[in-house]
């Protein structure tokens, strides 16, 4: 029996569906054909299916994938004709359904195994949703609840894009605003206003004009604008400040310019900035070959945050009490603008903590979230120094750090802490 019941075992392999089944199948059946045909579109077609897995939301439209890498004009299309004659096709069917609902259901079913597990349980009151949130997610920064902590229900509030007035303003105010144009073109509904950081934003904003953030910012570069950056010193500044802003997601859009001659800088050193940023700082790094683009890309994605948050249950706190959250969560922490306005203005008067960031962030492998998860522990070279001076020896002074975890998951790693053990000691030393 137990031999019988060995030879009768057989390897399980679970393999995960993503939100978009329809779009990787007709991918999947047009790279088999262009690999008949000897095609170099398949080249092509295999990097935009790459990129279409490890997007993580639902995509309804071929024009919609344009804000993924590898996905030109040209296949966006065909996925849009593609639909178009499926969706004739269902229709000709189920007279009592739309494809577009069919689809979303067929997709629902083919994930339910997956989203029961993601999925919260429902919230019986806005009472019960706050408190098991604050508790579960923010104890360990205070333990309670904050007085001024409100909930706004799903389905009541508006999605606004914000759109920086430095990114509408030319040397002449006659001057035709291509932002503004482009972005009224394409029917996104967006407000142009001053912001201290960034240079795209998204608030929701509800029936008492109370306005809080969507955890997604955009700064938006020209190339030429990016090399000016890094030369005198306001790339890694800008850096810094998106990364303390309190927006969870941070967007660097980089924008071409022409031929990309004559920019200041070489052009693999730019780009290895971008990457710098993508790696060390876990921004999202999205490359675009024109303004046109770039707002291409925004109306997109404002269309995209727009269906995904639209009917989310938004819990308004302080920026020191927000926590990590997905696409996926019921329950999404926000700050209020006002607040985002004010901790994220240039500061004049640094306090010891910002100058102790600034200078650990002068380090070549020291990111910003690993140099803010330091000083959260130890907010002053004096705090670091003392604690350097009770340890046994040398080598659990240069693994103190190690283990300390940023925003991300990440860990600061043995390679950093031993820098900044031997940076700190020998400037003691000296001293």
Not at 147 to 154: K, L, Y
Not at 167 to 180: A, H, P, Q, Y
Not at 331 to 348: A, D, G, H, N
Request: net charge positive.
């Amino acid at each position: 029996m137990f031999s019988r019941s060995v030879e009768n075992r057989q390897r399980i392999k679970l393999i995960q569906i993503g939100p978009n089944p329809l779009f990787e199948k007709w991918l999947m059946d047009w790279i088999k054909q262009a690999e008949d045909n000897n095609s170099m579109k398949q080249h092509s077609l295999t990097k935009a299916l790459d990129s279409l897995r490890k997007y993580p939301l639902l995509l309804r439209t071929g024009r919609d994938c344009a804000i993924l890498d590898g996905f030109g004009a040209g296949i966006c299309r065909m996925l849009d004709e593609k639909l178009k004659m499926v969706e004739n096709v269902a229709s000709e069917e189920r007279h009592d359904e739309s494809f577009k609902e069919a689809v979303h259901k067929a997709t629902i079913k083919i994930n339910k195994d997956k989203r029961r597990q993601m999925r919260k349980p429902a919230a019986k009151s806005s009472t019960t949703v706050i408190q098991s949130q604050q508790e579960t997610q923010t104890q360990t920064e205070s333990g309670t609840q904050t007085p001024d902590t409100v909930f706004i229900n799903g389905g009541s509030f508006k999605i606004i894009l914000l759109v920086d007035s430095t990114e509408t303003m030319g040397k002449k105010k006659s001057n035709l605003d291509v932002t503004i144009q482009q972005l009224t073109q394409r029917n996104v509904q967006f407000e142009v206003r001053r912001l201290s950081v960034g240079d795209f934003l998204w608030i929701c904003r509800d029936k008492d004009n109370r306005e809080v953030l969507i955890p997604y910012i955009v700064e938006r570069k020209r190339i030429d604008d990016l090399a000016g950056s890094i030369k005198d010193g306001r790339f890694n500044e800008q850096k810094f400040r998106l990364k303390a802003c309190g927006v969870q997601n941070v967007i660097y859009l980089i924008e071409n310019k022409g031929s990309n001659q004559f920019v200041g800088l070489p052009i693999a050193n730019l780009l290895q900035a971008g990457t710098n940023n993508q790696v060390q700082n876990d921004f999202s790094v999205k490359f675009t070959d024109s303004h046109a683009d770039s707002m291409m890309y925004l109306a997109v994605l404002t269309n995209i945050l727009i269906r995904t948050y639209k009917d989310k249950n938004l819990m308004v706190t302080k920026k020191d009490h927000l926590w990590p959250c997905t696409v996926n969560d019921d329950t999404i922490p926000v700050m209020q603008f006002t607040e985002f306005s004010l901790v994220s203005t240039k500061m004049r008067n640094f306090t010891i903590k910002d100058l102790f960031v600034r200078q650990l962030v002068q380090l070549k492998t020291l990111s910003v979230e690993k140099a803010l998860a330091i000083t959260k522990i130890y907010p002053t070279p004096a705090h670091l120094l003392l604690q350097y001076k009770q340890c046994i020896d040398e080598s659990e002074g240069e693994l103190l750090l190690a283990d300390i975890k940023c925003s991300s998951g990440k860990k600061i790693g043995p390679v950093i802490s031993r820098i900044i053990y031997n940076l700190y000691n020998l400037q003691a030393s000296a001293l």
